[in-house]
């Protein structure tokens, strides 16, 4: 089974810390996302990476940053976190999807809240 | 820009009642298309996808959608609801020229016995 783990399930951070949420995936993906799911809002994309320290934008980037190193690890960071980014943080995983029959694939979540 | 909408936010049925959730995307070009579903307390998982070939496509637990490529829709439907099927459900779309995932906003569906 393709596993995506996130490493924590519940932070609670101070305004101003900076904030790594990390994720890794064991099944040799080239696509990982990172998205904030809030409530009547859905599922909004903040950055994803298609390959090692390759990453695109998504439609909210803005306070956030992002590491990949490595192929199965991918990193979001928050340089200072501020109350607003208090929300469900998914990360996903994909294999390269354009022209082929595939999926991505969800961690649990980790919800942050800062204070 | 690319988006997806989800036009019913929170959807409350009976038991045995009939389902179909909106989801319409813009977007001109090539388009792979998902329904994911998010259970109480569990994470998303794929409920059915549109590639390519019969644009009616069946996911699992009785799920179907329709591909609708000139209404730009792809609207799920389940004939016969159950109460364990109360969840969250999310349209997406990935654009083919890309692997970037977009999803809408969902639609609470809650079901009572």
């Known amino acids: 089974d393709v596993k995506v783990t996130q490493s924590s399930r519940y932070l609670v951070k101070r305004t101003g810390e900076k904030v790594f949420l990390e994720c890794v995936q064991d099944m040799d993906h080239e696509n990982m996302f990172w998205y904030r799911q809030d409530p009547g809002l859905g599922l909004r994309l903040i950055y994803f990476s298609y390959d090692v320290k390759m990453k695109e934008k998504g439609d909210i980037p803005e306070g956030y940053s992002v590491s990949r190193e490595k192929k199965e690890r991918f990193s979001l960071i928050l340089e200072s976190a501020s109350t607003n980014q208090t929300s469900m943080y998914l990360c996903a995983s994909s294999p390269s999807v354009t022209g082929s029959n595939t999926e991505a694939f969800f961690g649990q979540g980790t919800r942050l809240t800062v204070v | 820009a690319q988006s997806v909408s989800q036009h019913n936010h929170h959807v409350i049925l009976s038991e045995a009642a009939s389902l179909e959730l909106g989801c319409n995307y813009s977007y001109g070009g090539t388009v792979n298309l998902f329904w994911y579903v998010q259970y109480p307390g569990q994470h998303l998982q794929l409920l059915l996808k549109?590639?390519?070939?019969?644009?009616l496509v069946k996911g699992i637990k009785g799920f179907e959608a329709e591909f609708i490529k000139s209404k730009f829709s792809f609207n799920l439907r389940k004939p016969s609801v159950q109460w364990s099927d109360t969840a969250e459900y999310f349209c997406?779309?990935?654009?083919?020229?890309?692997?970037?995932?977009?999803f809408g906003t969902g639609t609470r569906l809650q079901v009572f016995p």
């Open positions: 549109y590639f390519s070939g019969d644009p």
């Open positions: 997406a779309v990935n654009l083919h020229n890309t692997d970037k995932l977009i």
